[in-house]
């Protein structure tokens, strides 16, 4: 038998969605096999400390995610992750974890600070592999306005919006400030949805239906990010999403929908009140349209350069003319064995031991492919 992997699973992190983070890691170090892989659980505090194993078992068997301390930990029980230098490799100080004996990082952290590239840079500087998406696909995938660009630019339909920075709405004022309405209605019209760039769950969004509520609405989400997209919006769409799996030759599950009974699927909806709330996987669609939304999420992967896994989301216009709009990737998302992400590939065949094995494999392939590049011109 082969040598197990020592598997790294990292989770926690500094974004709103630790909480989430906490229980897809509980779920994927249960469910990976021991028979293959040996776990060390890494725990980043919600307020941004590495910790070591111990303290990562605990938050993993703590009961209640609500009622689990996420941060002021002591100080000297911090990891410091130092990056090998020529032929001494890298370390976790604080916890004697050499990084050459770990063979790859799960990191199981969403949002902003996991799922945006930062993590990523960290792994790549200290030249261990992981799985998913790398550096620019990551922040690429939580950046809204630059994803729908990029997506726009290979021919994926997106739905008009206009991307403002919150300085540039700052120093704006009187007709100067309704000059800039005026142009931002022309591309996004009523109604529309104000949302702050790099930012999940929903926080800060907004649906307006005037000029009055296009005002607040661009305050509100500026209070949370620096850049503000504002985007035409649809009447109650219906919400598809897809899961895709893979490398440089990835594979599409069937389509899932989000039926939700809220006006739109907001921050509320998503986590309250969750009693009209339904999935439907696979979602009743055509054969025509479930095919058109699997090359549509393919094609997004692979234009967004993704590797892994990525959750691909759309809109469909029902109460128009049944058009699909690319509305957002999600590069780590949810990932329990309940998670959309999860459910969808399990319709497909495919169950959740099995996506953590591949996810893994994947991981390791990219990682090969990458150190097979040259770094010197001679
Ligand atoms: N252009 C739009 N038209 C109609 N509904 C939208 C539009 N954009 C977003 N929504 C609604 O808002 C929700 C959250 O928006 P989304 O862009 O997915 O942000 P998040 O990253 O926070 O999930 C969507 O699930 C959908 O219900
Ligand atoms: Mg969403």
Known sequence: MSKKLNVAVVF??????????????????????????????LYVSRDGQWLPPAQAEAQLGGGDVKALKTAGFDADQSLALVPGVGSTPGRWQGA?????????IFPVVHGTY??????????????????????????????????KAVCEQAGIPVLPAFTLTRAHWEATQGSGREELLEQIEKTASYPAFVKPCNLGSSVGISKVRNREELRKGIDEAARFD??????????????IELSVLGNDHPEVSLPG????????????????ETQGQQTQIPAHLTEEQTQKLQELAIKTFLTLDLN???????????????????????????????????????????????????????????????????????
Not at 260 to 268: P, S
Request: cysteine-free; aromatic content about 8%; charged content about 25%.
């Open 308 to 378: 892994g896994l990525s959750r691909v989301d759309f809109l469909l216009d029902a109460k128009g003319d049944e058009s699909i709009y690319l509305n957002e990737v999600n590069t780590m998302p949810g990932f329990t064995p309940i998670s959309m992400y999860s459910m969808m590939w399990k319709a497909s065949g495919r169950p959740y031991h099995q996506l953590l094995d591949e996810l893994i494999q994947l991981g390791l392939e990219r990682h090969r492919d990458r150190t097979r590049n040259q770094t010197t011109p001679v």
């Open 226 to 239: 620096r850049k503000i997209l504002i985007e035409k919006g649809l009447e109650s769409p219906r919400e």
């Open 96 to 104: 004697n974890i050499q990084l050459d004996q770990i063979d790859i």
């Open 257 to 272: 929908e989000i039926i939700h009974g809220g006006d739109f699927y907001d921050y509320q909806t998503k986590y309250f």
């Open 12 to 41: 926690g992190g500094r974004s709103g969605e630790h909480e989430v983070s906490v229980m897809s890691a509980r779920s994927v170090v249960e469910n990976l096999d021991r028979e293959k892989y040996n776990v060390i659980p």
């Open 114 to 147: 996991g799922e945006d590239g930062t993590l990523q840079g960290m792994m790549e500087m200290a030249d261990i592999p992981y799985v998913g998406a790398g550096v620019l696909a990551s922040a690429l995938g939580m950046d809204k306005a630059l994803m």
